[in-house]
C-alpha cells in the first residue's frame, strides 16, 4: 500500500511576487497589436494575451517573470509559443521576447511604477 501524505502544503507569503505584478500594464499591454502580427505569414486569432517568458532570466521558483517583460500576442500565437517552445518560436518568427518585453516596458504609460525594481526599463 502506497502512503500518502495528507499534510498541508506550505505556501510561501506570495510578497516576491508583488514586486512582479503590475496588473494595468498588462490590461495596456492587451490592447496593442500581436507581436508576430503577419510575420512568417502568421494570421492572429482570438484575444489578445500577455505572454510572459523567462527570455530575460527574471523567473524563479514558482514566480513568472515580471508583467513589464510580457509582450502583447493574441491566443494562437500564445499556444505556438507554448507548444513548440521559446527558442524555436523566436527562430521562426524572427523575435526576441526579452528585447520586446524590455521595448514595451520602456513604452507604457505605467512605467513609472516600477521605477524601483532592479532591472526594470526606463
Known amino acids: 500500500m502506497m502512503r500518502v501524505d495528507t499534510r498541508p502544503r506550505h505556501r510561501n507569503s506570495g510578497k516576491a511576487d508583488l514586486e512582479r505584478r503590475f496588473p494595468t500594464h498588462l490590461s495596456w499591454l492587451r490592447k496593442r497589436a500581436c507581436l508576430i502580427e503577419g510575420r512568417a505569414g502568421h494570421v492572429c486569432q482570438g484575444r489578445m494575451e500577455a505572454s510572459h517568458s523567462d527570455a530575460d532570466g ?9 508583467d513589464f517583460t510580457a509582450v502583447p500576442l493574441c491566443s494562437a500565437a500564445h499556444a505556438e509559443k507554448d507548444s513548440i517552445g521559446l527558442e524555436t518560436w523566436q527562430a521562426k518568427y524572427k523575435v526576441n521576447h526579452a528585447e520586446a518585453g524590455r521595448a514595451y516596458g520602456a513604452q507604457s504609460p505605467h512605467k513609472a511604477r516600477w521605477a524601483h525594481v532592479k532591472g526594470a526599463p526606463r
Open 58 to 66: 527574471s523567473k524563479g521558483m514558482a514566480l513568472k517573470s515580471h
